[in-house]
């Protein structure tokens, strides 16, 4: 009966509608959302202004190849850029991509190769970016690899500094590590990191793809520090659950990515681009992201609360609405668990559970999942 490639390790729920914070199953089973699609459906499910967006563009047309001109694709790239310090955006269809197109730019413009990224980092599945991805579980049985990558611990300025020369064409890098236990970088290893490329001519590299978006109460991760990298992926919030990837850089990389140098069919697809348009002029405001913020430092102050003198667990951290409660052992069985009570979380590697609401979330919703944790959890520990 089953049709699909076995890739995934599925749940046991097969989804029949969402709304809002809100998935239900065939069974008519409700569950409180706090994965939002792996950090995709930031506005949660079906926002109508986004529905409506979509619906708007699907009556004027669907696609038209990247040889038009569009308004749509110069209003997103605009409000991207309005938002940030990039000059100039290329669109793509996913996190992969967009991550692939930075590690080709990057080539192109430095004429160097070597990558220097970080363990336990994510950044895709191409051949690219499962090259940069620093975990071997990723890459194996799929060598030889797409060489000079050099994975180093992540947060250590020390090995960093040892290991940087000009034969390095960039450091891609994620602010918070997601797939990796939603592991923040110190301001200290950021600046590091912008120093050293400017000191050996290396581009700086963010990948943005799961922090990006206003999910941790800034527009985008890197905005809570005092850096400026050359070059920002984006993807899964942008599109509000459509596939859009982008690429952002500065001004002075647009010549190295001339005509006929990178493309993608479907890159910059109308009806994505409808969806991204719509999903940032409700998420780029201040009071938006204020508003993110609040509500991840009440969870991270209510997560604090009921599990704080819990023997299994070691730390609750992140920024805005991306959380991990960092814990002793495995977690895989007390996600089920979570899950089975009707709250959905995410792993991120072995020892944390990831906690991606949308960020309209209502405070009631932080209760109920904080709840829903405590009574799973607490007293019955994590295995
Ligand atoms: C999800 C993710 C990717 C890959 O995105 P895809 O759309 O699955 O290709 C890359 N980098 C980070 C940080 C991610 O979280």
Redesign the pocket.
């Known amino acids: 009966m089953d049709a699909l490639f076995p890739t995934y390790a599925k749940w046991d729920i097969v989804v029949e509608i969402a709304e809002g914070s809100k998935i239900i199953d065939k069974s008519g089973k409700e569950y409180l959302d706090f994965v939002s699609g792996?950090a995709v459906c930031n506005l949660g499910h079906r926002n109508p202004v986004v529905q409506q967006a979509i619906q708007q563009q699907l009556d004027k047309f669907w696609h038209v190849s990247n040889l038009f001109h569009t308004e749509l694709q110069q209003e997103v790239a605009g409000k991207l850029v309005e938002n940030c310090d990039m000059d100039s955006v290329f669109f793509c269809n996913?996190?992969?991509?967009a991550?692939e197109a930075a590690l080709k730019l990057a080539r192109k413009y430095t004429q160097k190769s070597k990558v220097i990224t970080f363990k336990q980092s994510?950044?895709?599945?191409t051949f690219g970016?499962m090259a940069a991805t620093g975990q071997d579980k990723i890459h194996s049985g799929f060598g030889p690899l797409l060489q000079e990558f050099v994975y180093l611990p992540y947060n250590d300025c020390e090995q960093l500094e040892k290991e940087m020369d000009d034969t390095v064409a960039a450091i891609l890098v994620?602010v918070i590590q997601?797939?990796g236990g939603v592991i923040p970088a110190s301001a200290e290893f950021l600046e590091t990191i912008q120093n050293l490329c400017q000191k050996f001519g290396a581009l700086f590299i963010i990948?943005e793809?799961?922090t990006g978006i206003g999910r941790t109460g800034k527009a985008f991760a890197y905005q809570h520090f005092n850096i400026s990298p050359d070059i920002m992926t984006l993807?899964?919030g942008l599109g509000s659950g459509l596939p859009i990837?982008a690429m952002l850089g500065k001004e002075y990389l647009r010549e190295a990515f001339g005509p006929g140098t990178h493309g993608s069919t479907f890159g910059g697809n109308l009806i994505s681009l409808a969806a991204a348009k719509a999903t940032l002029d409700i998420i780029f405001h201040d009071e938006f992201m204020l508003d993110v913020e609040e509500k991840g430092e009440y969870l991270s102050k209510k997560l604090n609360e009921i599990l704080g003198d819990q023997s299994w667990m070691t730390e609750v951290r992140g920024k805005g609405l991306i959380q991990g409660i960092a814990c002793q052992s495995e977690v895989v069985q007390a996600i089920t668990a979570i899950r089975n009570n009707g709250l959905l979380v995410l792993p991120a590697g072995q020892n944390v559970i990831r906690l991606l609401p949308p960020l309209t979330v209502s405070y009631e919703e932080i209760d109920k999942a904080v709840n829903l944790i405590e009574e799973t959890l607490v007293n019955v520990g994590i295995n």
């Open positions: 792996i996913s996190g992969a991509e991550n994510f950044h895709g599945r970016t994620e997601g797939e990948d793809v799961q993807a899964k990837g």
